[in-house]
Every structure is written in C-alpha cells, then in structure tokens.
C-alpha cells in the first residue's frame, strides 16, 4: 500500500479538464479500486486494525480520485450516502469487506465509495467501547498517518450537501498524513496539551511550534 504521507493535501479540487483526459483519468482510478476490491475481499472476519487499515485504504483511495469523483460527491445528498452506507451495513457488521466498481458513473462511483467509507467509519465508532483507540494509539507509523477519534463538538458537526469530501467524508474519525510537504505532524489530544502548558509555563506557542511544525489539537 502507498504511504499516505505521498499524497498531496489540499482543499483545493482539480480544475476543468479535457473530457477524454478527465475519462482516461476515471478510467484509471476504477481500475485501481477494483484492484483494491479484490485485496479488501480477502477479509472475511475483519479486527479492528483490519477494519482501520481497510478505512485508510478507501480514504486515500477517495482522495486520489480525479474532479469528476470529488465533484459528483459534493453533489450527493447526506439522504443518498446514508442510503449508500445503509447497503453496507450487513456486511460490514460481520467483518466482510466485500464491494466491487464496474461501470459506474462518477455519480454511483462516489455514493457507493462514499457510503462504504461512513459504515466502517460507523462500526469503528460504534465498536469504541469493544475497541478502544487510545491516544497512544493514534500515529499509525507502518501506514504514514494518525488515525484519530473525534470528539466533544467536532464529533457533532452535521454533515450537509455541496461540502467536499474531506469536509463529510468520514464523521467519526479524522485521518491526516504523518508528514506533510516535509514537516512532520504532531496530533495531541486538548486535554494532554492543556495539563503540559500548566505543568511547563516556559512552553508557549511559539517554542512548540518550533518543535512540532504543524500542530493539531481539539479534532
């Protein structure tokens, strides 16, 4: 599996394409996929790391798709993912990664990745109590990124129409690079940040920053 980390991360979505690219570049997204289908499916009673490196796969997989993908996407209803999500959730529930692409359009492509992606978001979220993701546990090094649970108010942020897929995407976890254009990421929980600023004073924002370039906190 590709690091996550070489990925390029950006709010930003492709601009207007030719048409034939545009097609060629689907093209070879959905062949990617499916290849990443017919790995996926070997898992038929799937643990929480599998479920978690499986999420990783599918959120990478999304954001690598071309603007075709990420367009259609914006256009979903949260009605229609959720009815995308819903088809998933039998299978899921027993720890089968079982999905396929043939010939979809970018409009099926993306609700049926889509949806995919929110159920085992789902029964991670759900599971938490069975499996828990201790802070510890949040840098996944072997796959380059942070896995992170969200929490207090960010866990509650309604998802609505025309928001992007790195907006709506996942709404129980957050997934970032360990590594972004060459600074290393550092995720802290607010609660371990607060109780280090009473215990150091002498930490201010500014000496940490200059350890930890890019700092997240309260996710």
């Known amino acids: 599996m590709e690091n996550i980390a070489d990925l390029i991360w950006t709010k930003t979505l492709p601009g207007p394409v030719d048409s034939q690219a545009e ?48 367009k259609a996407y914006r256009n979903l209803t949260e009605k229609r993912i959720e009815e995308a999500r819903e088809s998933f959730a039998s299978s899921i529930g027993d720890g089968h990664l079982s999905w396929s692409l043939s010939d979809e359009t970018p409009e099926l492509a993306a609700s049926r990745i889509g949806g995919l992606i929110r159920e085992i978001d789902r029964v991670l979220a ?51 690079p360990a590594v972004i254009q060459g600074y290393p990421v550092q995720v802290v929980d607010t609660r371990t940040l607060h109780t280090t600023v009473q215990r150091r004073p002498d930490l201010t924002p500014q000496r940490h920053e200059e350890v930890t370039p890019l700092l997240f906190a309260g996710l």
């Open 23 to 70: 097609t060629s570049a689907f093209d070879a997204w959905k062949n990617g996929a499916r290849e990443l289908a017919e790995r996926q499916e070997l898992i038929t009673n799937a643990s929480r790391d599998e479920l978690k490196k499986a999420l990783i796969e599918l959120d990478m997989l999304f954001r690598n798709a071309p603007g075709s993908v990420h």
């Open 126 to 176: 759900e599971r938490r109590s069975q499996w828990p993701i201790a802070p510890s546990e949040w840098h996944l090094e072997q796959l380059g990124c942070w896995f992170i649970p969200r929490q207090r108010v960010s866990a509650l942020r309604p998802a609505r129409r025309l928001q992007p897929y790195s907006k709506r995407g996942l709404l129980f976890h957050r997934i970032l």
